[in-house]
């Protein structure tokens, strides 16, 4: 029997993908650290309150820039998720007892760092009658109460696409509302078990009816052909998406899903191109984009566009902005002449 390292036995997928050893990053997936005055403030905050962020935590490339722009991401629902992805680090479990003052304690760490945006994402939590909902919808409520002013996007399980679960979340009034389709229909089953496609576009379907600004994401390098990418990217569009992230796989473990491909900047720039030509209101695409990347900045533009005013406090959101793991700003600092 081989056992992970949660302690439990590994499952028959796991088993199969651990055959596969971890694959080697080319050269463009790199990045380079800048520290500027408010990450640095930011950082000292996170460490003289004890705080805990999505961005440290899962060491993420972009934290410098994010933090930058007082940006920070947080995990809600606890460390164990009920359903499995194939290219999730979050551990599959019995997750602990509901934290019903786990909004609050977010809340008060959004007020401690002086955000001026957070997302929130959390773990799907089927073992509650409501699917987690109220927390998610807590959560942002409670963001909101604490923080006149701050921005909020909230990345969601689907809730099976309960009528009720989802009006919850939805009168919670996110900034943006988002949910991750990830992949393409064909090796969708193979990749989130536990999830529907249809399903997955019915959620932002319903989002885009309630009124809210709404969210996406595609990852690229598990499987899919690029013909499959582009289908996939209209077919959130026509469910409703406003903004569109476009990344590429990183495997967490040899007990992951391997890296079918290394996608090229090249790649994501033409899938950029796509998604605006179809008419996306905001695109960030490169390999290192994670889908929270410049979550503020990309609902700014998607403010702009549909003409809605953007509150003085977010008023920099508005502003244009280069995304240093856009995958054309990428190709455009490698043609630069090297000094």
């Not at 078990?193 to 989002?207: D, G, N």
């Not at 079918?260 to 695109?283: I, Q, T």
């Amino acid at each position: 029997m081989t056992i992970a390292p949660e302690g439990r036995r590994m499952l028959r997928v796991e088993a199969r993908n651990a055959e596969t050893p971890i694959e080697r990053k080319p050269e463009w997936i790199r990045t380079k650290a800048t520290m500027g005055p408010e990450y640095n403030e930011l950082k000292g905050l996170v460490k003289s309150g004890g705080l805990h962020t999505v961005c440290e935590e899962a060491g993420c490339p972009n934290i410098f820039e994010c933090w930058e722009d007082r940006e920070a991401t947080f995990l809600i629902g606890g460390a164990q998720c009920t359903r499995r992805c194939d290219f999730c680090q979050i551990d599959t479990g019995k997750p602990s007892p509901l934290d019903r003052m786990e909004p609050t304690k977010v809340a008060q760490s959004v007020q401690q760092m002086g955000l001026k945006y957070s997302t929130v994402t959390g773990v799907a939590r089927d073992d509650l009658a409501d699917g987690g909902a109220w927390l998610y919808a807590e959560t942002v409520r409670k963001i909101h109460e604490l923080n006149p002013g701050t921005g909020v996007e909230l990345l969601i399980p689907d809730f099976n696409a309960e009528p009720a679960q989802l009006a919850e979340v939805f009168s919670s009034r996110p900034e943006v509302l988002a949910h991750n389709v990830e992949t393409v229909p064909r090796i969708f089953k193979r990749i989130r078990p536990a999830f529907r496609y249809e399903r997955s576009l019915q959620v932002i379907t319903e989002a885009q009816k309630d009124g809210l600004v709404t969210k996406s994401n595609i990852i690229l390098g598990m499987g899919e052909t690029f013909d499959e990418a582009v289908q996939a990217l209209q077919d959130l569009h026509d469910a409703g998406c406003d903004l569109i992230t476009i990344t590429q796989y990183l495997r967490p473990s040899p007990r992951h899903h391997p890296v079918e491909r290394w996608v090229k900047p090249e790649e994501f720039v033409e899938l950029s191109d796509a998604a605006e030509e179809m008419g996306f209101l905001g695109v960030m695409s490169g390999p290192l984009v994670r889908s929270s990347y410049r979550a503020g900045r990309l609902w700014g533009q998607a403010m702009t566009r549909k003409g809605r005013a953007i509150p003085e406090a977010l008023a920099h959101l508005g502003e244009p902005m280069e995304a240093r793991q856009e995958a054309s700003t990428l190709l455009s600092r490698a043609a630069r002449p090297s000094c």
